[in-house]
Nanobody, 114 residues
Framework: QVQLVESGGGLVQPGGSLRLSCAAS???????MGWYRQAPGKQRELVAE???????NYADSVKGRFTNSRDNAKNTVYLQMNSLKSEDTAVYYC?????????WGQGTQVTVSS
């Protein structure tokens, strides 16, 4: 069982930045660590993921603005979000995936509004 705790969400103006953190309860070096988001009335979607070897994958809507990174020594992953837009408003969830097993955090709200 892996417990994931997100932090760093909040209210930010358009064009601003936030950094989300996801702390895991166990070592994560074998896991694919991902960030998903869900806006009201929409399905949960993949934002970014980082594989065990460090390769990253991003949704087209966030490429060039978001950076996903991991610190295996701290069992933590990060999502640096720059140039935020109103359409980035959502609850952001951390995900740990190993084979067919998925673990989810409780989510953190990100609101982009002036």
């Amino acid at each position: 069982q892996v417990q994931l705790v997100e932090s760093g969400g909040g209210l930010v103006q358009p064009g601003g930045s936030l950094r989300l953190s996801c702390a895991a309860s166990t070592t994560i070096f074998r896991y694919v660590m991902g960030w998903y988001r869900q806006a009201p009335g929409k399905q949960r979607e993949l934002v970014a993921e980082i594989f065990a070897g460090g390769t990253t994958n991003y949704a087209d809507s966030v490429k060039g603005r978001f950076t996903n990174s991991r610190d295996n020594a701290k069992n933590t992953v990060y999502l640096q979000m720059n140039s935020l837009k109103s359409e980035d408003t959502a609850v952001y969830y951390c995900n740990a995936r190993l084979g067919g097993t998925n673990y989810w955090g409780q989510g953190t709200q990100v609101t982009v509004s002036s």
